[in-house]
């Protein structure tokens, strides 16, 4: 399963550290990323790592979050800068897990950020 942590609330222009752990048997973990939704939207796509560290970002979060990844830990992270108003969501990780299951993308329970003054 994954675990998110970090969430919270913080002003305009402030940061945020999100964590996503994975857990259970693991054997391999391919591409991670992560996710958010707005109230009212769709779910969007952030960013994602690959295993070899490649990074992509929409162009939103671009220049402001950082998406890194420990395989050691099986954790991804998403250090989140220059908050304002629009990243306010519930994030969600996503990791391509291959484990005692076979390979499949798992999901984590979502963790709330609120961006507000």
């Known amino acids: 399963q994954l675990v998110e942590s970090g969430g919270g609330l913080v002003q305009p222009g402030g940061s945020l550290r999100l964590s996503c752990a994975a857990s259970?048997?693991?054997?391999?973990?391919?591409?991670m990323g992560w996710y958010r939704q707005a109230p009212g939207e769709q779910r969007e796509w952030v960013a994602s790592?690959?295993?070899?560290?490649?990074?992509q970002y929409a162009n939103s979060v671009k220049g402001r979050f950082t998406i890194s990844r420990d395989n050691a830990k099986n954790t991804v992270y998403l250090q989140m800068n220059s908050l304002n108003f629009e990243d306010t969501a519930v994030y969600y990780c996503?990791?391509?897990?291959?484990?005692?299951?076979?390979?499949?993308?798992?999901w984590g329970q979502g963790t709330q950020v609120t961006v507000s003054s």
């Open positions: 996503n990791a391509d897990i291959f484990g005692v299951a076979g390979r499949r993308a798992y």
């Open positions: 259970g048997i693991i054997f391999s973990i391919y591409d």
């Open positions: 790592i690959t295993r070899g560290d490649t990074t």
